[in-house]
């Protein structure tokens, strides 16, 4: 299988600097027999900093750099004169990147915004020069500080992709086609399962110069929360979406019972996705009558709004794009209130989980064998 270039998981090992040493140094010039303490103090540690970049969409050009070191400090010299500062390491991320302490699993950040800014390690204090410890009793000190060691931790940085609307749905289901539909996004499309093997993005046009994102899931299977299939590694996208398009193929045996499915999947992973704005879209109506909708009908699901589309005739993609846009907009539903307000909340990781979760060396496809046989 190809490498891929979408690249939403990555860990590196971070460095601040340590700090300078003060200086112990004792003037000496001609004609000053007594000149005193003059050592100057050390410069600070360069720190590690984490910065928003919104010409990033994926965190691709670190996965071959897994070692950030940042500047050490200067050590002080004579004549009072400070050390130099450490050179500071930026790491830029794409927005939308969630940071996590490898180690233990603990959240630490969020970088939403372009430019935003975080530091992750702060680089150590430089020492005191001796002319600071000079005092009517001791005017002649031959000491100085030591600077702050530095700090050092390895981090696991998330992509979750930014979106409007997120797709959800069991392989094959139809929504890389509506993606293609929709948007100029030009998704792979095939009948087979696990076609897409990762997030798309797609921007729909709407009336009056508006539009809306629109993000391509991979497909997800039952027991995809307990790492069934592409199991948590994609799930997570779906976090920042402010509204969720169930899509069911309509030649499926029971609508309502593949609808409890993706949403169990949903809650286990993470409960607060059931806060979500909720549209269910029936597939493929075009291999339908209208007779057989209406007969469909009994077998949806309660209190979600149902829409029949076909991707490849185009029936109902105005009424979709009307609901979503509704929807998306209402107050309820606003992408902008959830990354303003802060109302994602971000659960630290199982550290026991996450080799399973994000093993580099884990081979796929042998998972997918298995699954595609169940699906079958």
Not at 14 to 36: D, F, I, Q
Not at 240 to 258: G, Q, W, Y
Not at 274 to 294: H, N, P, Q, S, Y
């Given at each position: 299988?190809?490498?891929?270039?979408?690249?939403?998981?990555?860990?590196?090992?971070?460095?601040?600097?340590?700090?300078?040493?003060?200086?112990?140094?004792?003037?000496?010039?001609?004609?000053?027999?007594?000149?005193?303490?003059?050592g100057g103090n050390g410069g600070r540690g360069g720190h590690v900093i984490l910065r928003g970049n919104h010409n990033y969409w994926t965190l691709l050009h670190l996965r071959y750099e897994r070692h950030i070191y940042a500047e050490h400090g200067a050590n002080g010299s004579k004549n009072k004169a400070t050390g130099k500062q450490g050179a500071d390491a930026y790491i830029e991320v794409p927005c939308g990147t969630v940071v996590y302490n490898a180690e233990t699993g603990e959240y630490i950040c969020d970088i939403k915004e372009h430019n935003q800014e975080f530091i992750l390690l702060h680089g150590g204090r430089g020492g005191l020069g001796n002319f600071n410890f000079a005092t009517s009793t001791n005017q002649a000190p031959r000491y100085a500080q030591a600077g702050e060691p530095m700090m050092e931790m390895s981090v696991i940085l998330e992509l979750k992709l930014l979106a409007d609307v997120g797709l959800v749905g069991f392989p094959n289901a139809g929504k890389s086609t509506l993606v293609s539909s929709l948007s100029s996004a030009k998704p792979k499309i095939a009948n087979y399962p696990f076609t897409t093997l990762e997030p798309s993005l797609g921007i729909v046009q709407y009336h009056d110069s508006k539009s809306f994102v629109i993000a391509d899931i991979p497909g997800i299977i039952e027991g995809a929360s307990e790492g069934k299939g592409l199991g948590l590694r994609f799930l997570r996208h779906i976090?920042?979406?402010?509204?969720?398009?169930?899509?069911?193929?309509?030649?499926?045996?029971?609508?309502?019972?593949?609808?409890?499915?993706l949403l169990?999947?949903?809650?286990?992973?993470?409960?607060?996705?059931?806060?979500?704005?909720?549209?269910?879209?029936?597939?493929?109506?075009?291999?339908?009558?209208?007779?057989?909708?209406?007969?469909?009908?009994?077998?949806?699901?309660?209190?979600?709004?149902?829409?029949?589309?076909?991707?490849?005739?185009?029936?109902?993609?105005?009424?979709?794009?009307?609901?979503?846009?509704?929807?998306?907009?209402?107050?309820?539903?606003?992408?902008?209130?959830?990354?303003?307000?802060?109302?994602?909340?971000?659960?630290?990781?199982?550290?026991?989980?996450?080799?399973?979760?994000?093993?580099?060396?884990?081979?796929?496809?042998?998972?997918?064998?298995?699954?595609?046989?169940?699906l079958e």
């Open positions: 299988m190809s490498e891929s270039n979408f690249i939403d998981y990555v860990k590196i090992y971070c460095r601040s600097g340590k700090g300078g040493s003060g200086s112990a140094h004792m003037h000496r010039a001609k004609y000053v027999p007594k000149g005193g303490p003059d976090e920042r979406n402010s509204l969720l398009l169930f899509m069911i193929p309509c030649d499926t045996d029971s609508i309502k019972r593949e609808y409890d499915i169990n999947e949903l809650s286990t992973f993470n409960k607060e996705l059931l806060d979500k704005g909720r549209i269910l879209a029936v597939t493929k109506c075009d291999l339908i009558d209208e007779d057989l909708m209406a007969m469909l009908t009994p077998d949806l699901p309660q209190g979600v709004k149902t829409v029949f589309i076909s991707s490849v005739t185009g029936y109902g993609l105005d009424k979709l794009k009307d609901i979503l846009w509704n929807e998306m907009n209402s107050e309820s539903n606003k992408l902008s209130t959830i990354i303003t307000q802060n109302t994602l909340v971000h659960k630290s990781k199982e550290i026991n989980q996450l080799p399973r979760a994000y093993s580099e060396e884990e081979s796929l496809d042998i998972e997918w064998v298995d699954d595609i046989e169940e």
